[in-house]
């Protein structure tokens, strides 16, 4: 486990950043990852993230010496389940599922992972993680076997943030699940960005204007993933975007 504070700080210092998330189980192709890869290099995104919820040891770590190798984006894991941790990576989100009440998810897979985490050379940012209902049944919900919570619930959403920062969270992750219809409301991040934690929020981001809108809202970074997935173009609009109004 790394002191080192080096990914967190990055991801606090600045709003609007980008995050392209690979799910391993979908990397099958090595040729397809590695041209993906270049194109995201060629955006100039901020991070990859890695993770996914049914995803196998073998397929993860595969997938993050892939990217370790051919990339100089910083490597953070976004861990579906305790087997997805690897010291290849630059950093882990250590999430806690806190919008659920199912306690693997809160603390069972933590204990299972952290003899081996704390021996890694990687930055462990403990992260409170929030499930949003995107109007449609997500793998993640179903996987963690919780409900999350509905999009116009603010002051709901508000006091899991705020519970999630007193427990000494230092990140709060926003997900509206994989393949969202709807993405979380700008409105939630505003208000949740009046609260002094870092924002990550992913789930149903497809186009440059949900981009804009989310990061103009105060998120720190916004997650693509089943866009890029679809359409490598996709990754055009994200660099002009990156050039524009980002960086
Ligand atoms: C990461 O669940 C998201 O937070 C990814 O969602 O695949 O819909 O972009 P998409």
Do not use: W
Request: hydrophobic share 40%.
């Amino acid at each position: 486990m790394l002191n080192s504070q080096e990914i967190y700080k990055h991801i606090a210092g600045r709003k609007g950043q980008i995050a392209i998330l690979i799910d391993p189980e979908k990397c099958s192709d090595t040729e397809k990852l590695l041209d993906l890869i270049k194109k995201v290099e060629f955006a100039n995104v901020d991070y990859f993230f890695v993770g996914g919820s049914t995803v196998t040891r073998e397929e993860f770590v595969k997938t993050v010496s892939i990217l370790k190798k051919h990339s100089r984006i910083p490597l953070v894991i976004f861990p579906g389940a305790s087997h997805q941790v690897s010291p290849d990576a630059d950093a882990i989100l250590y999430l806690s599922l806190i919008s659920g009440r199912n306690p693997d998810y809160l603390i069972g897979h933590h204990v299972q992972s952290a003899n081996e985490v704390f021996e890694m050379d990687i930055e462990v940012i403990p992260t409170g993680y929030i499930l949003i209902d995107g109007g449609t049944n997500s793998s993640v919900a179903y996987v963690s076997q919780t409900s999350p919570i509905p999009n116009d619930k603010a002051s709901i959403i508000l006091s899991t943030a705020k519970a999630g920062m007193l427990q000494g969270k230092k990140i709060t992750y926003l997900d509206a699940g994989s393949g969202a219809i709807n993405h979380v409301p700008s409105a939630v991040i505003q208000q949740l960005s009046e609260l002094d934690t870092p924002i990550i929020v992913g789930g149903g981001i497809r186009s440059r204007d949900h981009i804009v809108d989310l990061a103009k809202a105060g998120a720190n970074v916004v997650v693509i993933g089943n866009k890029v997935e679809e359409d490598l173009d996709f990754l055009l609009d994200v660099k002009s975007y990156i050039e524009n109004f980002s960086k």
